[in-house]
Protein backbone atom coordinates (compact mmCIF):
# COMPACT_ATOMS: atom_id res chain seq x y z
CA UNK A 1 0.00 0.00 0.00
CA UNK A 2 1.06 3.62 -0.74
CA UNK A 3 2.07 5.28 2.52
CA UNK A 4 1.24 8.78 1.09
CA UNK A 5 -2.27 7.85 0.45
CA UNK A 6 -2.83 7.44 4.57
CA UNK A 7 -1.56 11.01 4.84
CA UNK A 8 -3.73 13.51 6.06
CA UNK A 9 -3.78 16.88 3.80
CA UNK A 10 -1.65 19.91 5.49
CA UNK A 11 -3.49 22.15 7.47
CA UNK A 12 -4.40 25.54 5.70
CA UNK A 13 -3.08 29.02 7.22
CA UNK A 14 -4.89 29.97 10.73
CA UNK A 15 -6.01 32.73 9.11
CA UNK A 16 -8.19 30.62 6.77
CA UNK A 17 -9.02 28.25 9.35
CA UNK A 18 -10.35 31.11 11.17
CA UNK A 19 -12.82 32.64 8.41
CA UNK A 20 -13.83 29.53 7.51
CA UNK A 21 -14.86 28.27 11.04
CA UNK A 22 -16.72 31.17 11.66
CA UNK A 23 -18.53 31.16 8.17
CA UNK A 24 -19.66 27.79 8.63
CA UNK A 25 -20.06 27.17 12.49
CA UNK A 26 -22.58 23.57 13.41
CA UNK A 27 -24.24 22.61 16.40
CA UNK A 28 -22.43 21.06 18.75
CA UNK A 29 -21.93 17.51 18.74
CA UNK A 30 -21.00 15.29 21.37
CA UNK A 31 -17.86 12.69 21.06
CA UNK A 32 -20.66 9.89 21.72
CA UNK A 33 -24.31 9.50 22.40
CA UNK A 34 -25.54 10.30 25.80
CA UNK A 35 -28.06 9.32 28.51
CA UNK A 36 -29.69 11.43 30.82
CA UNK A 37 -30.62 10.49 34.17
CA UNK A 38 -33.02 12.32 36.46
CA UNK A 39 -32.98 12.68 40.10
CA UNK A 40 -36.39 13.12 40.74
CA UNK A 41 -38.74 10.92 42.66
CA UNK A 42 -39.93 8.97 39.51
CA UNK A 43 -35.95 7.08 39.36
CA UNK A 44 -36.73 3.73 39.76
CA UNK A 45 -34.58 2.30 42.72
CA UNK A 46 -32.57 -0.06 40.98
CA UNK A 47 -31.41 2.56 38.40
CA UNK A 48 -30.28 4.73 41.13
CA UNK A 49 -28.30 1.63 42.71
CA UNK A 50 -27.01 1.27 39.46
CA UNK A 51 -25.80 4.91 39.09
CA UNK A 52 -24.43 4.74 42.85
CA UNK A 53 -22.30 1.86 41.73
CA UNK A 54 -21.11 3.44 38.14
CA UNK A 55 -20.07 6.14 40.26
CA UNK A 56 -17.67 4.30 42.84
CA UNK A 57 -16.00 2.64 39.70
CA UNK A 58 -15.28 6.91 38.37
CA UNK A 59 -12.49 8.63 39.29
CA UNK A 60 -13.10 11.58 36.70
CA UNK A 61 -16.40 13.84 36.16
CA UNK A 62 -17.27 17.27 34.46
CA UNK A 63 -19.56 19.57 36.22
CA UNK A 64 -22.14 22.44 35.06
CA UNK A 65 -24.28 24.27 36.91
CA UNK A 66 -27.21 26.82 35.33
CA UNK A 67 -27.57 30.19 37.80
CA UNK A 68 -29.80 29.93 40.42
CA UNK A 69 -33.39 31.19 39.39
CA UNK A 70 -34.55 33.49 42.57
CA UNK A 71 -37.90 34.21 40.83
CA UNK A 72 -38.52 30.32 41.03
CA UNK A 73 -36.27 29.04 43.19
CA UNK A 74 -34.70 26.70 40.88
CA UNK A 75 -31.43 25.38 39.35
CA UNK A 76 -29.94 22.77 37.22
CA UNK A 77 -27.14 20.60 38.30
CA UNK A 78 -25.24 18.21 35.28
CA UNK A 79 -22.42 15.65 36.32
CA UNK A 80 -21.00 13.47 33.38
CA UNK A 81 -19.53 10.47 34.44
CA UNK A 82 -16.70 10.53 32.15
CA UNK A 83 -15.94 6.55 31.43
CA UNK A 84 -13.24 6.13 28.28
CA UNK A 85 -14.07 2.29 27.60
CA UNK A 86 -18.03 3.24 27.46
CA UNK A 87 -19.97 3.61 24.49
CA UNK A 88 -22.40 6.11 26.06
CA UNK A 89 -22.36 8.87 28.69
CA UNK A 90 -23.98 9.04 31.29
CA UNK A 91 -25.11 12.17 32.80
CA UNK A 92 -27.00 12.76 36.20
CA UNK A 93 -29.21 16.16 36.26
CA UNK A 94 -30.09 17.38 40.10
CA UNK A 95 -33.12 19.89 39.37
CA UNK A 96 -33.75 21.26 42.38
CA UNK A 97 -36.88 22.10 42.55
CA UNK A 98 -37.61 18.26 41.63
CA UNK A 99 -35.58 17.00 45.12
CA UNK A 100 -37.86 18.69 47.48
CA UNK A 101 -40.49 16.40 47.18
CA UNK A 102 -38.29 12.94 47.51
CA UNK A 103 -39.25 10.53 49.90
CA UNK A 104 -36.59 9.36 52.72
CA UNK A 105 -35.07 6.48 51.21
CA UNK A 106 -34.17 8.24 47.86
CA UNK A 107 -32.96 11.08 49.75
CA UNK A 108 -30.75 9.03 51.42
CA UNK A 109 -29.45 6.91 47.95
CA UNK A 110 -28.80 10.48 45.99
CA UNK A 111 -26.87 11.74 49.16
CA UNK A 112 -24.91 8.37 48.85
CA UNK A 113 -24.15 9.24 45.05
CA UNK A 114 -23.09 12.97 45.56
CA UNK A 115 -20.78 11.76 48.44
CA UNK A 116 -19.03 9.32 46.09
CA UNK A 117 -18.78 11.93 43.41
CA UNK A 118 -17.45 14.77 45.61
CA UNK A 119 -14.60 12.28 46.99
CA UNK A 120 -11.27 13.95 47.37
CA UNK A 121 -9.58 11.83 45.13
CA UNK A 122 -11.70 12.20 42.30
CA UNK A 123 -11.01 14.90 39.85
CA UNK A 124 -14.42 17.07 38.39
CA UNK A 125 -13.69 19.46 35.92
CA UNK A 126 -15.63 22.40 35.32
CA UNK A 127 -15.49 26.13 33.93
CA UNK A 128 -14.83 28.31 35.78
CA UNK A 129 -13.60 28.04 39.61
CA UNK A 130 -17.47 29.36 40.51
CA UNK A 131 -19.03 26.78 42.82
CA UNK A 132 -22.06 29.16 44.00
CA UNK A 133 -24.90 27.12 42.21
CA UNK A 134 -24.06 24.06 44.09
CA UNK A 135 -25.14 26.02 46.92
CA UNK A 136 -29.38 25.22 46.53
CA UNK A 137 -27.93 21.50 47.17
CA UNK A 138 -27.36 22.70 50.81
CA UNK A 139 -29.92 24.44 51.56
CA UNK A 140 -32.42 21.37 50.86
CA UNK A 141 -29.90 19.19 52.81
CA UNK A 142 -28.36 17.12 50.07
CA UNK A 143 -24.90 18.83 50.55
CA UNK A 144 -23.02 19.42 53.73
CA UNK A 145 -21.53 22.39 54.14
CA UNK A 146 -18.36 20.97 55.64
CA UNK A 147 -18.09 18.91 51.79
CA UNK A 148 -18.96 22.04 49.88
CA UNK A 149 -16.40 24.50 51.85
CA UNK A 150 -13.97 21.74 50.99
CA UNK A 151 -14.18 21.16 47.76
CA UNK A 152 -10.47 21.40 46.50
CA UNK A 153 -11.02 19.02 43.54
CA UNK A 154 -12.89 21.57 41.25
CA UNK A 155 -10.52 21.89 38.20
CA UNK A 156 -11.60 25.11 36.49
CA UNK A 157 -10.74 24.74 32.88
CA UNK A 158 -10.87 28.48 31.84
CA UNK A 159 -7.29 29.10 32.88
CA UNK A 160 -5.61 26.08 31.23
CA UNK A 161 -7.56 26.33 27.91
CA UNK A 162 -6.14 30.21 27.51
CA UNK A 163 -2.90 28.69 28.33
CA UNK A 164 -3.04 26.20 25.97
CA UNK A 165 -4.77 27.85 23.36
CA UNK A 166 -2.18 30.68 23.52
CA UNK A 167 0.38 28.47 23.40
CA UNK A 168 -1.13 26.42 20.49
CA UNK A 169 -2.09 29.22 18.10
CA UNK A 170 1.00 31.57 18.71
CA UNK A 171 0.86 35.70 16.97
CA UNK A 172 1.19 35.70 13.11
CA UNK A 173 4.43 37.06 11.89
CA UNK A 174 3.04 40.31 10.80
CA UNK A 175 1.42 40.75 13.85
CA UNK A 176 3.27 43.71 15.98
CA UNK A 177 2.87 41.48 18.98
CA UNK A 178 4.87 38.63 17.73
CA UNK A 179 8.17 40.84 17.94
CA UNK A 180 7.73 42.31 21.15
CA UNK A 181 5.66 40.19 23.43
CA UNK A 182 5.51 36.29 24.11
CA UNK A 183 2.80 34.49 23.32
CA UNK A 184 1.49 33.28 26.62
CA UNK A 185 -0.51 36.26 26.73
CA UNK A 186 -3.43 38.77 25.13
CA UNK A 187 -2.09 42.14 24.30
CA UNK A 188 -4.13 45.17 22.59
CA UNK A 189 -2.18 45.73 19.97
CA UNK A 190 -2.29 41.85 18.78
CA UNK A 191 -4.14 42.19 15.39
CA UNK A 192 -4.44 37.82 15.44
CA UNK A 193 -8.23 37.67 13.96
CA UNK A 194 -8.01 34.02 15.36
CA UNK A 195 -6.66 35.16 19.17
CA UNK A 196 -10.57 37.05 19.97
CA UNK A 197 -9.16 38.33 23.07
CA UNK A 198 -6.86 41.29 23.77
CA UNK A 199 -6.67 42.12 27.04
CA UNK A 200 -4.31 39.88 29.62
CA UNK A 201 -6.84 39.70 31.59
CA UNK A 202 -9.55 38.78 29.80
CA UNK A 203 -10.62 35.29 30.18
CA UNK A 204 -12.33 33.16 27.43
CA UNK A 205 -16.40 32.16 27.74
CA UNK A 206 -17.09 28.33 27.72
CA UNK A 207 -19.44 29.17 24.26
CA UNK A 208 -16.75 31.12 22.36
CA UNK A 209 -14.21 28.38 23.19
CA UNK A 210 -16.50 25.61 22.02
CA UNK A 211 -17.02 28.41 18.34
CA UNK A 212 -13.06 28.87 17.98
CA UNK A 213 -11.65 25.51 18.95
CA UNK A 214 -14.40 23.23 18.02
CA UNK A 215 -16.41 25.28 14.82
CA UNK A 216 -19.23 24.44 16.85
CA UNK A 217 -21.95 26.31 18.64
CA UNK A 218 -24.07 25.77 21.64
CA UNK A 219 -27.06 28.27 21.96
CA UNK A 220 -25.93 31.47 24.53
CA UNK A 221 -29.67 32.61 25.03
CA UNK A 222 -31.31 29.79 27.12
CA UNK A 223 -33.66 32.22 29.12
CA UNK A 224 -35.49 32.68 25.96
CA UNK A 225 -35.70 29.04 24.86
CA UNK A 226 -39.14 28.26 26.56
CA UNK A 227 -38.95 23.95 26.09
CA UNK A 228 -38.34 22.51 28.74
CA UNK A 229 -36.69 19.78 27.13
CA UNK A 230 -34.75 22.09 24.59
CA UNK A 231 -32.97 23.60 28.15
CA UNK A 232 -32.17 20.30 28.87
CA UNK A 233 -30.45 19.22 26.28
CA UNK A 234 -28.63 22.83 26.06
CA UNK A 235 -27.12 22.71 29.40
CA UNK A 236 -26.48 18.72 28.56
CA UNK A 237 -24.06 19.96 25.19
CA UNK A 238 -22.41 22.90 27.75
CA UNK A 239 -21.18 20.12 30.27
CA UNK A 240 -20.28 17.61 27.31
CA UNK A 241 -18.30 20.54 25.53
CA UNK A 242 -15.98 20.86 28.78
CA UNK A 243 -15.19 17.32 28.99
CA UNK A 244 -14.41 17.48 24.88
CA UNK A 245 -12.42 20.35 25.83
CA UNK A 246 -10.71 19.01 28.86
CA UNK A 247 -9.54 16.31 26.81
CA UNK A 248 -8.23 18.21 24.21
CA UNK A 249 -6.06 20.19 26.50
CA UNK A 250 -4.82 16.93 28.25
CA UNK A 251 -3.73 15.27 25.16
CA UNK A 252 -2.38 18.70 24.44
CA UNK A 253 -3.30 19.03 21.09
CA UNK A 254 -1.46 20.67 18.46
CA UNK A 255 -2.84 23.24 15.68
CA UNK A 256 -3.26 20.51 13.03
CA UNK A 257 -4.97 17.82 15.25
CA UNK A 258 -7.70 20.89 16.26
CA UNK A 259 -7.87 21.35 12.18
CA UNK A 260 -8.34 17.68 11.14
CA UNK A 261 -10.95 17.31 13.68
CA UNK A 262 -12.76 19.86 12.45
CA UNK A 263 -12.29 18.92 8.53
CA UNK A 264 -13.47 15.45 9.05
CA UNK A 265 -16.11 16.20 11.84
Request: some cysteine; proline content about 6%; overall charge positive.
Amino acid sequence: MNDSLLLLPPPEPIQVQYKTNWLGLHPFKPTKPFQIFCLCSSIPTNIIQLLIEEVKMTTTFTLHTSNYNKSTKDAFIFIELIQVGELQSKILLFQINRLLSIHHGLRFDINTLLQNIFLPTNKIYTWNKNKKDLYPLIHISFFSKEIFNNLSNLIPLQKPFKQWYNKTFIHDNKCPCSSRFDNDNDYPCCICPYRPYKHIDEQWTLHRAINCVLNEFIPQEIKSITDHQDRITIYTHYCLAITKLAMIIELDWKAEQVYQYNKYH
